[in-house]
Nanobody, 126 residues
Framework: QVQLVESGGGLVQTGGSLRLSCLAS????????MGWFRQAPGKEREFVAA????????YYANSVKGRFTISRDNAKNTVYLQMNSLKPEDTAVYYC???????????????????WGKGTLVTVSS
């Protein structure tokens, strides 16, 4: 069993930065591919970024490529999402997700995901 707890959300102005963290419980964190997803009001949950268990491979949605960076520290059981040049359209609840299969995370197979966090709200003001 893996529990995921996100933190780092908040209110930021357009052009600002935030770093989200996702702390995972359990001893097998390094066995999981990790990802970040987001859901804006009235919209479906969408893929943001994914990272392989080793950190060697990363994937991004086109809408965040070049602005967001996903990383992980397996010694700390933590995955991060550094968000720069934030835009109002980035406003959403951001969720951390974990699955043993990278294709599930990077392929945004939401219904197949092993674990989800409860989310953290990011609000970007214009």
């Amino acid at each position: 069993q893996v529990q995921l707890v996100e933190s780092g959300g908040g209110l930021v102005q357009t052009g600002g930065s935030l770093r989200l963290s996702c702390l995972a419980s359990g001893r097998t964190f390094s066995s999981y591919a990790m990802g970040w997803f987001r859901q804006a009001p009235g919209k479906e949950r969408e893929f943001v970024a994914a990272i392989s268990w080793s950190g060697a491979a990363t994937y991004y949605a086109n809408s965040v490529k070049g602005r967001f960076t996903i990383s992980r520290d397996n010694a700390k059981n933590t995955v991060y999402l550094q968000m720069n040049s934030l835009k109002p359209e980035d406003t959403a609840v951001y969720y951390c997700a974990a699955d043993r299969e990278l294709i599930v995370v990077a392929g945004a197979r939401l219904s197949d995901m092993d674990y989800w966090g409860k989310g953290t709200l990011v609000t970007v003001s214009s």
